[in-house]
């Protein structure tokens, strides 16, 4: 029982409440339902556009979400 454990049991928690309330509003966790992630321009100079989230194939649904991801 190190602090790394401790840290990442934290962390882990943070992530299913996270899910959990995502899932609550049927939003994909990884966008938070907005469907594409919204990387500065400096960082991903190549992306004309913003970067469809592969967890949700852009739709920002958690049920699209859980059935690629899962
Ligand atoms: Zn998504």
Redesign the pocket.
Known sequence: MGLLNALNQWRNTRYENHVTNMKEQNK?P??YGR?FYPFSANEFVYYAAPYE?P??NGS?LYSD?DTSAN
Do not use: A, F
């Open positions: 994909c990884d966008c469907g989230c967890g949700c920002g979400w």
